[in-house]
């Protein structure tokens, strides 16, 4: 059973660019969550997405970013007309129903 | 809403002796989830051990022990016998199921460095 799966590990964006990160959830988990972490930061809660539905986007910008779960394919969070105050490490996270949280490798952006 | 508080932000032990890292939360819920999670150099997130709040015993996964409080609505986690492999930032996270929704907050850290 494979892991969360994060594309890309790494991407470089100059400011005003778009960035797209994908996440396919393990097998089974309909249940998605993206957390930001700033260098030598904890993890912040941007968004819990179950299929095709927004279940809490409270931590999210309300500008600029976005993020979809469809009914087929992975989960993508979105960050239009990057800021170099977006650079982070983004995870994804799964979780079936009720249990714990499971972590894909992150995907660290930077933006110059 | 609930918080999750690690007021050490960084601890250090000895290799082959124990350790133990704080974490207090504040929440009105009686169903929930704690965490702890280990976030090594590779910044992979770890699951180390969790404990359901509606279970008194003390949860326990091999080295890793907890200390679960609830009336104090503290969740510390002691490791035994530290190996060099244990430093890394550690992660205390909080889950409810009181809503329908499965919202985990997490505390800040403790990075722990451990001394050969």
């Known amino acids: 059973n494979a892991g969360v799966m994060q594309n890309p590990r790494h991407l470089v964006r100059r400011r005003g660019q778009e960035a797209r990160l994908r996440c396919s959830p393990m097998?089974?988990?309909?249940?998605v969550y993206w957390y930001r972490q700033l260098p030598e930061e904890g993890l912040k809660f941007m968004v819990y997405l179950q299929k095709e539905n927004i279940i809490d986007e409270s931590g999210m910008p309300k500008e600029r970013f976005s993020a979809e779960f469809p009914k087929e394919g992975p989960s993508i969070l979105r960050i239009q007309q990057v800021v170099r105050g977006d650079s982070a490490a983004y995870f994804c996270a799964s979780s079936p129903k009720a249990g714990e949280l499971f972590f894909g490798e992150g995907s660290r952006l930077t933006v110059l | 809403a609930q918080t999750v508080t690690q007021s050490q932000p960084e601890m250090s032990v000895q290799e082959a002796e124990t350790v133990t890292l704080s974490c207090t939360y504040d929440t009105s819920e009686s169903d929930y989830y704690l965490f702890w999670y280990k976030q090594p150099p590779s910044r992979q997130m770890i699951l180390v051990i969790r404990q359901e709040a509606y279970k008194q015993q003390n949860a326990t996964e091999n080295r890793f022990s907890v200390n679960f409080q609830k009336a104090a609505k503290s969740f510390s986690l002691k490791i035994s016998d530290s190996q060099l492999g244990d430093a890394a930032m550690y992660f205390c996270?909080?889950?409810?199921?009181?809503?329908?929704?499965?919202?985990?907050?997490f505390g800040t850290g403790t990075r722990l460095k451990v001394l050969a």
């Open positions: 097998k089974g988990h309909s249940h």
């Open positions: 996270a909080y889950r409810s199921d009181s809503s329908g929704t499965y919202k985990y907050i």
